[in-house]
Structures are given as C-alpha cells and as structure tokens.
C-alpha cells in the first residue's frame, strides 16, 4: 500500500486524514495521470454513496479536476458498481466513487475506475500519489481550457437498474425478500429492482440522512436482519454494504449463509448450464469448504491475495467469471467489473425461485468448515518473514501432517498494523482452536 491509496482507494475520517485540500489535489493528480494520452478533453463521472461528507468531498475533488482541464458529470448518490458499469458503457476518461463502503458515516474515501470499469492498477495509483504530493506545472488549465461540472443523476440510475434487471434468468415473483440498504447507496436502487422483477420485497434502512450508513444496518450488523427474518414470513433476508458493492444473505431461520455458500453454489449453477468459465477465483483466507466444493464438482479454483481487487485481477488474468470473498464482494463479470451486490442478490433469488428450494437448504451444499483466526502482535520490521522462523516452521509442518487435506494453517502480515493473522481450518472446531492457539504462542515466543 502507498501513501494515501489503501487496498480500496484513499480511505480516512473526513476533514481529519481525508479532508478537502487532499481531494482537490487527488483529483488535479488524477486528471494529469489518466488523461495525459487522451488527446482529447476528458470527461470523469463521480458518485457517492450517503455520508453526510460526500457533498463536500464532491466539491473539491470535481475543483480539482476541472482545474486540471477535466469536465465532471455528478451522478449523485448510486451504487459503486453502477458507477464502474457507467464508465465503461459511455466510454468516459474514469470514474470515482466517494465512499468508505462498510466504514462508519465518519469515513469516507475515494476510488478511482478507469475507462473499462476496472479499479485502477498499483502501479496507476502509485504515480497519482507522486503527484498528489508534487503538482506538475503544466498540470493546470486557465480560460477556456477549464473543465465543466453537469449533472446526470435520475437517468444513470435507471439505467443502472435496467441493467440489473436485464440480467435476472428469471422473474422473482413469489419470492418474499427482506432487503436491507445501510442507508446507504442501494437505497436509491434496490426498492425498484426489486419491485420490476416481481419480488414480493420489504425494504428497510433505506432513509438516509447523512449520519446514518451502517449504523446497526447493512452487511456488517446483520444481528437486526436475523431478528426480522426469525419473526417475519420471509423467504430469504439480504443485507447491502454502504455503497452496495456486496451483499450477504440470511436464511428462512435468521441464520447467516456464508458468503462463500453463494460464490459457490452460484459457480455451479453456471457450471450445469455450460456458462462457467475457467473455475472460481476466491482470495487464501476463503473457507476450505469452497475449495473442496469446487474439486467435488469439477470446477477449477484459484486463491488470491485478500481484497477484491486481487480476485478481479486473477480473474482477467485467467478468464474466469466467477470470483469473490466470504464478506459479500462477488464479482459475476458477464455482468460487472467489480463486486456488485444487487446483482449478486437477485442471481442468488432466481436460483432459489428456480429450485424451488429453501434458502438454508440451497446454500448448504457448500460446506464450511471450522475455522478461527488469532491476531499476533509483531513488529512492523519481522511480521513479513515470521514464517521462515524454525519453530514456527515447525508448528506448520505438525499442521500440516496432522490435519492433511482436510484443513490447514494460514500466516499472514497484517496489512496496516504491527501483528500477524494466524488462521487454521479443519473439520474439527476443537482441534482448530487448539492447533491456532499452539501456533500463535510459537510466534510469539519467536519474536
């Protein structure tokens, strides 16, 4: 990670790390390095999702990019995916999308797509950050040369969800769905697609007011969710994230379905009508029930990196349509360039309409097995290489005789802070938890 752009952008508390002077100069920056080819004046969409810093955060990126010579069309508030869908479709410069996904309304941040729909590389993003901090001095534009910013908000979201329904196999009526938008962005898109494909839908968390996004709400506090499916007539719960680039599901119980359940009963509902491509793609911390769903069924599997990003790369990469990790992101790229949560719902309900089967007892076919993760405080300077220490090379090597193919012992640095993530799977929670424990003392005791 640089500077200033994290796993999913520029992430940071608004008017504390993220404040106005920074998006002003992230979108001078961002102008300079994506349009420089263009030989033409290029033009940047920009949505957001419902923060109450979105409108002002808004304001100083489009400043900068109409200062460095870019026209902006506002979008207002809609989905991440939307806006990636957007960028491509109309063959704009790139898109940005201010939001700070599943974070609390105190953060916001800043993701760049460019002209395909995909997230920018590392190696894009690096170079932004060059010249975040250092402006080149052609990059400003004077007279007419100055960018222009339009708005273009109601008919890119039903263009949007159009398109959402277009890809639907079959109607959903029938199908009684509690749907939660974190009043967040799905709150300007979910309520109409459900309602054009027949869903018998009760929508909740779909009143924004700025403070409000993932508060209690939304794909990381499903505890209300569960409580509503458990005493209402539902068929299937789904819970957005705050700018609806992931979903996760809750059963006709209140019980959770695991988000590698849907990525794989998905795939394999590809794969029986000839339209899975290449395998799955899914990231080393997913469940090992996924990877042993796969070899059970012929798919192919490919682990990447943590992040949505890495799926999507490995999925270009190697041709396969199906990607995402257990936190929601699903990646169906026949339909998207990025995770997309209304879109995963809706293929994940027309399976159910389509079997005829309970949610719980669709999504079981997965299996899942026992897994815990223990976080190990390590210095910045050794967490990279704590796994060529001999005794902790040790302690994998017992893993992983004891366990065989049927479990397995993950090491990973954090990514921000000081600490290892120590994880192990197998089929037995008590022999996870104990080999986990003797794992994280033998870190410990090496550092």
Known sequence: MGKYFGTDGIRGVANAELD????????????????????????????????????????????????????????????????????????????????????????????????????????????????????????????????RVTHLERQCA???????????PCSLSGVRVLADCANGAASATAREVFAQLGADAHIICDEPNGVNINVGCGSTHLDRLCALMRDGDYDVGVAFDGDADRCLLVDETGEPIHGDRVIGVLAHAMQQRNRLAGGVVATVVSNLGLRVFCEQHGMGFAATKVGDRYVLEEMRRSGCNVGGEQSGHVILSDYATTGDGQLTAIHALALMRESGKKAGELFAAVPIYPQTTI??????????????????????????????????????????????????????????????????????AAV
């Open 20 to 147: 106005t002077h920074l998006a002003y100069r992230a979108g001078v920056a961002a102008a300079y390095v994506l349009t420089r080819a263009a030989g033409h004046r290029a033009v940047f969409y920009i949505g957001r999702d419902t923060r109450i810093s979105g409108d002002m955060l808004e304001c100083a990126l489009a400043a900068g990019l109409c200062a460095a010579g870019a026209d902006v069309i506002s979008l207002g508030v809609l989905p991440t995916p939307a806006v990636a869908l957007l960028t491509a479709r109309h063959n704009v410069d790139a898109g940005v999308v201010i939001s700070a996904s599943h974070n609390p309304f105190e953060h916001n941040g800043i993701k760049i797509f460019g002209s395909e729909g995909y997230k920018l590389t590392d190696e894009q993003e690096a170079l932004i950050e060059q010249y975040i901090d250092a402006p080149p001095q052609d990059a400003l534009r004077v007279g007419g040369d100055i960018g």
């Open 158 to 168: 039903q263009e949007y969800i159009d398109h959402i329904v277009s890809s639907a």
């Open 375 to 444: 976080n190990v405080p390590v210095p910045n300077a050794v967490k990279a290489s704590v796994t060529e220490l001999e005794i902790v090379k040790s302690v994998i090597a017992q893993i992983s005789e004891v366990f065989g193919t049927r479990g397995r012992i993950l090491i990973r640095p954090s990514g921000t802070e000081a600490l290892v993530r120590v994880m192990v799977e197998g089929e037995d929670m008590e022999a996870v938890s104990h080999w986990a424990s003797i794992a994280a003392e033998a870190i410990r």
